[in-house]
């Protein structure tokens, strides 16, 4: 068996395990990593079905992927000393990515320190879907380059490449609003609340059960976020009286913006 114990899984070792290639320890270890990490999820998905439609050019096809995914542990691995294991290396990375996420919160330097509190207690980013619907080759590549940029936290690649995705008339329609959804997500955390507001409304008005809550929340963090507290006011009461994931937080937010008055 190949030296895996500090090595992130790469593009060919995926692509590998999918062709069984691997023996059967190197394919278990796969699999573990995998099962313990969305990232690996939605790339395997996206691998698999390149190979289903092009299996002849998947493995060049690939190298989107293979880019970044090195990206991604790059920065991990290269502050970890020579006698640190891959998994210590990965803390590097999730203290990188709490700092990430507190980012927004300069958007509020000349908002209320109520809302700025508000934000870094609650607003976190979206756990990017898995890769539903059968769908073109290459829209597919894009979609899967479009949620890798998405959980690297790169939004402003995010964006661009889910406004690619959703011009192409080929893109298929289930995945349509889980795009729409990310971009606008995309947008909020890279400081760009105002141009969320128009990606998550489109998800708001098709009125799927499946993503209504997680928009509305979005939606109204992006309203509130653009001085239109009215309107984010109205969503958080809403999503406030009924059972959905983000109950709780957004009661206690209506509740300290209503005290604030």
Same mark, same amino acid.
């Given at each position: ?10 593009? @060919?070792?995926?692509?590998? +395990? ?7 320890? @190197? ?7 995998? #099962? ?20 002849? !050019?998947? $493995?060049?096809?690939?190298?989107? +992927? ?5 990206q991604r542990f790059q920065e991990g691995a290269s502050a970890a ?29 000349? $908002? ?9 207690? !609650? ?26 940029? +998405? ?24 995945? $349509?609003?889980?795009?729409?959804? !990310? ?27 499946? +993503? ?33 994931? !983000?109950? #709780? ?13």
């Open positions: 068996m190949k030296d895996l114990a500090h090595t992130p899984p790469t593009v @060919e070792l995926l692509l590998d +395990y999918l062709e069984g290639r691997l023996s059967a320890d @190197e394919a278990r270890w796969v699999s573990q990593q995998v #099962e313990s990490e969305p990232f690996y999820q939605e790339a395997l998905q996206g691998l698999k079905q390149a190979l289903a439609e092009d299996p002849d !050019h998947a $493995r060049s096809r690939a190298q989107r +992927y293979r880019d970044l995914m090195r000393s020579a006698s640190t294991n891959w998994w210590q290396a990965r803390g590097w990375q999730i203290a990188a990515a709490i700092l990430l996420l507190l980012l927004p919160a300069l958007y509020f330097l000349q $908002r209320p320190p109520l809302e700025e509190r508000l934000a870094q207690q !609650h607003l976190r980013p979206y756990q990017a879907s898995s890769l539903r619907g059968g769908t073109e080759a290459s829209t597919a590549e894009t979609y899967i380059a479009a949620l890798l940029a +998405y959980q690297q936290e790169a939004y402003a690649d995010a964006i661009a490449q889910f406004e690619t995705f959703l011009a192409h008339p080929e893109a298929a329609e289930g995945l $349509r609003q889980p795009a729409q959804l !990310h971009l606008g997500i995309s947008y909020l955390l890279n400081g760009q609340a105002r141009e969320a507001v128009d990606p998550l409304s489109r998800v708001l008005g098709q009125n799927d059960p499946r +993503y209504n809550d997680d928009a509305r929340w979005y939606l109204a963090w992006a309203y509130l976020q653009s001085d239109r507290d009215t309107e984010a006011l109205e969503l958080f009461s809403l999503l406030a009286q009924k059972p959905n994931p !983000h109950r #709780e937080a957004a009661q206690e937010v209506w509740e300290a913006l209503r005290a604030d008055g």
